[in-house]
């Protein structure tokens, strides 16, 4: 009981950290505030990873869920809460519920994937990498601003996203799934090319709930065998607990 307690306070307590460290850095550029909200970004995503070596009941993933999105909108409404926290948030001057959907993701793909590795690791990476390298490209380098329904995004920022999402894909198609190089190209390039048009038409912050949600559902019509990178997760799982029972 003690250790599923502790493993549910891993996320919110982490989200704690990061927020207050990260808030206390002040700076008025637009290009800087960015910055921090994505380091935040990037912190929690790669972090997200191994969330599944030890939040393994949907029980735990909800109760974790439940307390991250409630410590996310107390500092959305409580001011002292959102003085001491929020800025990394907040400071971006635009309307976006984008650290809710964020969670919510996370939380969704663990539990639609127990058991399934390589269906939560990729669509998490592209969430965390391409979207935060997307933004940071877009603001540095504005260049092709976008027409219609992509207005707001760049060219620039969706050729750093549809890289990133490429890479990120296939490594992990070929490396952990063990897919063949020619199958693991066309999975990849398909993500990619659909998780890039899902950011670029996104507004205020539901890529965050789309690109994972499109990442999955190409994963899951793939024919990728469901236990690819399980037996990594196993052995995680049982070094993690023999390092817990030696403390």
Known sequence: MQASIIAIAIPPVLLFLVMGILSRITNSSAVARELKRKALHICIGLVALSFPLFLDTPTMIIAALGLVVGWLIAVRQIAGLRRCFGSVLHDVKRKSLGEI???????????????????????????????????????????????????????????????????????????????????????????????????????????????????????????????????????????????????
């Open 101 to 247: 959907y964020f969670a919510t993701s996370i939380g969704g793909l663990l539990l639609l994937t127990q058991n399934e590795p390589i269906f939560f690791v990729i669509p998490i990476l592209i969430l965390t990498l391409a979207d935060a390298f997307a933004a940071i490209v877009g603001r540095i380098f504005p260049i092709g601003p976008l027409p219609g329904i992509a207005s707001g995004k760049t060219t620039a920022g969706c050729a750093a996203f549809f890289v990133v999402a490429f890479i990120v894909s296939f490594w992990c198609l070929e490396s952990i799934a063990d897919l063949q190089t020619a199958y693991a190209l066309l999975v990849a390039s398909v993500i990619a090319v659909v998780t890039c048009g899902a950011e670029a038409i996104s507004r205020r912050g539901v890529d965050n709930l789309i690109v994972p949600a499109m990442a999955y559902l190409i994963l899951l019509f793939s024919n990728i065998p469901n236990d690819a990178g399980r037996t990594t997760v196993i052995q995680l799982q049982h070094d993690l607990n023999a390092l817990m029972a030696g403390l």
